[in-house]
């Protein structure tokens, strides 16, 4: 397997939020003690329900947030001990809406050349080289490259991100929902591009989505969160052909189908939504968890390993415990529903 390109150590980030002129702030916990690495030139994927702190995980990646507590290393350096020029050189962002992350008064050209510019150290004739290069890579005219923001659609926007954000060839790309707001049709050709900058390029990518079925098709290796924590983590193929987490089942399900009759699935979750400010003790998913059994409300699940070579925290994952003891066939019987 290649070195890692990017380390992340037990990342948490904890917000403070006001619940009035008089009450005490309360603690939101964002991100709790995440920890992963990806290989170099490969796609990890991030799914989960929208506010399992996704997009903070991003922003602490990306260096827009400051952590709680954690490390990120990009090629063994501590993005934290970085000044933001050289941390720009490593990792770029993808984001969402291309319009909202465009300046609407710069043309492309220029958009595309500002993290250039902000390096201070690329002549004038290297740099319009070099947008010029990145422009014809990723899919747009030099006459597209004069027009603004404006007058571009929703797919060239998005390849004007692209092209921007790979313009000082970096190590890592973060994705974060970057075809959610295209057109199916358009999310296809933008996806294909991704994959075909990552073979060319060398990239890694950190792709970021609640959109099952992209994820599938892009991700070498998937990462499921609730509450903050990755819950389970696997290769791409063994997760969505046996996940291993409660959670990442009822995802799975609750992905729409164009059979007709079929209506909108009942995935059994109920109507508890998770709440990052309260997050229960023990398992964190088993209010919602049509399997929990004794130990699940009491006792936080380790990680256990899955097929695949990845991991799940449940304990219906854990071995039988010994005969006699309370709860000792629990985890069977639950598995055998």
């Given at each position: ?293 004794g130990r699940c409300p009491q006792e936080a699940p380790r990680a256990w390993p899955t097929p695949g070579g990845g991991f799940a925290e449940c304990h219906l994952l854990e071995e039988p415990a010994p005969a006699g003891t309370a709860d000792a066939e629990a985890p069977q019987r639950q598995?055998?529903?």
């Amino acid at each position: 397997m290649a070195a890692p390109a990017i380390e992340v150590h037990g990342l948490r980030r904890v917000f403070r939020v006001r619940q009035g002129f008089f009450a005490p702030p309360r603690e939101v916990v964002a991100v709790d003690d995440v920890s992963f690495s990806i290989p170099a030139g490969s796609v990890l994927g991030v799914v989960g329900e929208s506010g399992c702190g996704k997009s903070t995980l991003a922003r602490l990646i990306l260096g827009l947030l400051p952590p709680s507590a954690g490390d990120v290393l990009v090629d063994g350096k501590r993005l934290a001990d970085l000044d933001r020029r050289a941390r720009a050189r490593l990792i770029q962002p993808v984001f969402q809406d291309p319009f909202a992350s465009l300046n609407p008064r710069r043309r492309v050209r220029d958009i595309v050349a500002m993290p250039l510019a902000a390096q201070g150290d690329v002549p004038g004739p290297e740099a319009a080289r070099r947008v010029g290069e990145m422009l014809e890579r990723v899919g747009l005219s030099a006459e597209q490259g004069e027009r603004f923001p404006a007058q571009l659609s929703g797919g060239q926007r998005q390849r004007v991100a692209i092209a921007r954000a790979l313009v000082l060839r970096p190590r890592i790309v973060v994705c974060d929902e970057p075809t959610s707001a295209l057109d199916v049709s358009v999310q296809a050709q933008i996806l294909n591009l991704l994959a075909e900058l990552r073979r060319e390029l060398g990239l890694t990518y950190l792709f970021i989505s609640h959109n099952l079925a992209v994820v599938e098709h892009v991700a070498s290796e998937v990462a499921v969160m609730y509450l903050g924590r990755i819950v389970e983590r696997n290769q791409s193929e063994a997760l969505f052909r046996a996940p291993g987490h409660p959670y990442t089942r009822a995802l799975l399900a609750s992905v729409l189908t164009p059979e007709p009759g079929l209506g909108v699935p009942d995935v059994g979750l109920g109507d508890v939504m998770p709440d990052p400010a309260n997050i229960p003790p023990g398992c964190r998913f088993h209010p919602r968890c049509p399997q929990a059994f004794g130990r699940c409300p009491q006792e936080a699940p380790r990680a256990w390993p899955t097929p695949g070579g990845g991991f799940a925290e449940c304990h219906l994952l854990e071995e039988p415990a010994p005969a006699g003891t309370a709860d000792a066939e629990a985890p069977q019987r639950q598995l055998a529903r």
